[in-house]
Each structure stands twice: as C-alpha cells, then as structure tokens.
C-alpha cells in the first residue's frame, strides 16, 4: 500500500486510530493503532479440504476468506467453516507471503475457528473489544485482507437473534450494512481499534428485525470468545455444551420448518426425513420459528437424545424417533484435530 493511500485512508477511518491500551503488553500501552496496524494485522486464509470430506459438496474443497491476527504467536481467529475439515491451510500476510499454518479448533457452537502461522507474521494483534455495548446506529469498520476489498466503513443496523439452517443459533448477533462482499472471517473493528465481531454470512434484511430489507452482513459477537478461548486450541474443538444434532438443513415455513438437506447417515436421514419434509412439531408441541425449534430440543439433553418429531410428508403426517448425534462425530476432521 502506498503512503498516499495509507494518509488517505487515515483521514478518511480517524475515528478507528484513536488510542488503545494493552494490559498485556504494557510496553505498548502508550502506541495507539493506526491504519496500517489495522491492515497488518488481517490476513487471507486458503484452505484445502478433501474430496470425501462431509463439507465438501457444500462448502467446496477450496476456501478463501479472511482472518484476523489475534496473538503474538501468530494466533489467528477466524469463521470456522473456512478451516472446517481442511487437510491443510495457509496464511498470506499483509505483504502477499503465503505462510503454513496449522489448524488449531473449531467450535460449532460460536462458528469460530482458530488456526497458527508456523512462520512469524509481522503484525500486532488486534486486541479483544467488548460488543455488548454496541447498538443501532453506532459506526464501525470491517477488516480484509487486500485481497478481499480491504478496510471499509460499516454501521450498525442490528443486535438480535440469528438462527441458521445448518443447527446453529446466536442470541445477538451483530447486523452491519453496506454488505462486505469478501465477509468470511473479516473483523468488525469498533471506534477504539478493537475487534468485536468475525464476519459470518451475507443476509439479504440486516436491519433491526427481521422484516427490515436491505442487504448486508452478520458478524459473530466477539464476546462470545474469551470464555472458550483458552481452552478451545487444547481441545481442538468446541469445550461448551454438546447440543443435540439431527442432521438436517431447514427453513421456515408456516408453522414449521421446511427440510431442505439431511446428512448422509445422519440421525434424520436414518429415521427416514427427506428434503421436502415439514417438521411439525418436537415432542408432540408446536414451535414458533426455527430459534425456538433448536432452543427446545437443546433443553432436552445431549447427543445420544432420542426425540419425537412429527413431520408432514406429502400428505402423510408422521411420527418419527430419532436418536440424536454429536456433530462432531460425523466430519472427517484433520488429524491434528
């Protein structure tokens, strides 16, 4: 990046290179984060998955998206599907050097993933923020790498609820507009330089609620990080509450939710659901909406959970036992893992 374009960018983001102490790092306590830092600091990841990996039909063999620098180790944080299942993935800096990188954890409950540069990057990391306090309304910054559009300005347009096909759910996530077409593992960056969100998915209403139109982005609360954090890279993968897992991909439709996918083998295709299927009801109850399907079945125990659905099929509606999973059992993850 050329000094003309960095005093650019400068004048343009001075809201982001205000100071920033580091309790950590008290020899840097007095440097404040500049733009620079900001672009140093976010990273292009390429992973490769194998052809009979569950995620690669999905997902693809080959993945590029973002991370950010979180560690002077060469921690980087990032979204997990980007790493998920992956033989190998490598990290390029700020500078275009393309680094090996060894995949450290995955957690499904957060959507995180976290890898390590083998080779030292030459990067301040960014420090952790605090996204409770965010609200409609207050500005903040998305962070690529180059190669992903870069550093570009962001509002927010909403805190509440997101819930995902694939059996996942966050209480408040964070809504930004304009879209960030490069998303996957950007950082939301706040007012003080801090990271406070991890770039999720592309939604087409980013607004308050969810009637509200206007595309843009969905970032993952950072706050939802340091209680995991020190145990997740030991643990290679999620340390929280193992949810019970159906196998099965849905949205809402009417009173219930429309099956769009189901994992081979998984719990759902071997009690005989097939996409098409509407789940009805859980336990012999009607649900109001796919959060409150995955909220009640989460509060009725683990893997191994056996429950009742009852699904409409064509015409037909039945009642289904199904012996729920662990997730995790069922992706050919990286030895490493």
């Known amino acids: 990046m050329s000094p003309q374009r960095i005093l650019i960018l400068a004048l343009l ?7 920033v102490h580091r309790a950590a790092a008290q020899e840097r306590a007095d440097r404040s984060i500049t733009v620079e830092d900001l672009r140093r600091a976010a990273v292009r990841l390429e992973a490769v998955v194998p052809g009979d990996a569950v995620t690669a039909e999905i997902l693809g063999q080959s993945r590029t998206g973002n991370g950010v620098v979180i560690g002077e180790d060469g921690l980087v944080l990032t979204i997990g599907y980007l790493i998920l299942e992956a033989a190998t993935v490598d990290v390029v800096d700020h500078s275009g050097r393309r680094l090996p990188a060894e995949i450290l954890a995955y957690d499904f409950n957060t959507g995180f993933g976290l890898v390590r540069a083998l080779v030292p990057l030459d990067a301040r990391p960014l420090a952790l923020g605090d996204a409770t306090g965010l609200a409609v309304g207050d500005k903040a910054l998305v962070l690529g790498h180059d190669s992903a559009g870069g550093m570009a300005p962001a509002t927010v ?21 304009p879209p960030f077409p490069q998303f996957g593992g950007a950082g939301l960056v706040d007012s003080t330089g801090r990271l406070v969100g991890i770039g999720a998915l592309a939604v087409r209403r980013a607004g308050p609620d969810a009637e509200d139109p206007g595309a843009g982005n969905v970032f993952v609360p950072i706050d939802l ?12 993968r999620g340390t929280g509450a193992r949810h019970p897992w159906l196998g099965m991909n849905t949205v809402e439709f009417g009173p219930g939710l429309l099956v769009q996918r189901v994992a081979p083998d998984g719990p759902a295709a071997r009690a005989g659901i097939a996409p098409g299927n509407v789940v009805l009801a859980l336990e012999g109850e009607p649900f109001d909406g796919q959060a409150s399907f995955y909220r009640r079945l989460w509060s009725l125990g683990g893997p191994g959970l056996e429950v009742e659905l009852q699904v409409l099929d064509g015409r037909k509606v039945r009642d289904l036992r199904l012996q729920a999973a662990d997730r995790y059992d069922f992706l050919k993850l990286d030895p490493s893992l």
């Open 13 to 19: 983001l001075l809201p982001f290179v205000l100071p």
């Open 157 to 177: 347009t909403g805190r509440r609820e997101f819930a995902g096909s694939w059996e996942y759910l966050l209480d408040a996530a964070i809504y930004t507009r």
């Open 225 to 236: 990080l340091p209680p995991i954090l020190d145990n997740l890279a030991a643990a290679a």
